[in-house]
Nanobody, 118 residues
Framework: QVQLVESGGGLVQTGGSLRLSCVAS????????MGWYRQAPGKARELVAA???????NYADSVKGRFTISRDNAKNTVYLQMNSLSPEDTAVYYC????????????WGQGTQVTVSS
């Protein structure tokens, strides 16, 4: 079975930075895309960034230029470096694992809370 474990969330002031990490384990060899989604209170879950094992990425327009997704395939780990954070970034961030950059993920982590104070 597959497990995704996120870490790195927390409380940060406006303009600050956080780095999220997610480690995947289990039978994951057939799934090539790892990514990050987020869900704010009262809003739908939305894509933040996703990355194929070959290096192709997909970002939400709202985070382009501020967030960077990266991964270490050897460690089955994906990262999200978040800079210039604003209160609008406050959400639960979920790690994901799937097959396609533009498709729905198959597996989800439990989520990690990111709170940006104004």
């Amino acid at each position: 079975q597959v497990q995704l474990v996120e870490s790195g969330g927390g409380l940060v002031q406006t303009g600050g930075s956080l780095r999220l990490s997610c480690v995947a384990s289990g039978s994951i060899f057939s799934f090539t895309v790892m990514g990050w989604y987020r869900q704010a209170p009262g809003k739908a879950r939305e894509l933040v960034a996703a990355m194929h094992s070959g290096g192709i990425t997909n970002y939400a327009d709202s985070v382009k230029g501020r967030f960077t997704i990266s991964r270490d395939n050897a460690k089955n780990t994906v990262y999200l470096q978040m800079n210039s954070l604003s209160p609008e970034d406050t959400a639960v961030y979920y790690c994901s694992l799937g097959t396609y950059l533009t498709g729905s993920p198959r597996y989800w982590g439990q989520g990690t809370q990111v709170t940006v104070s104004s």
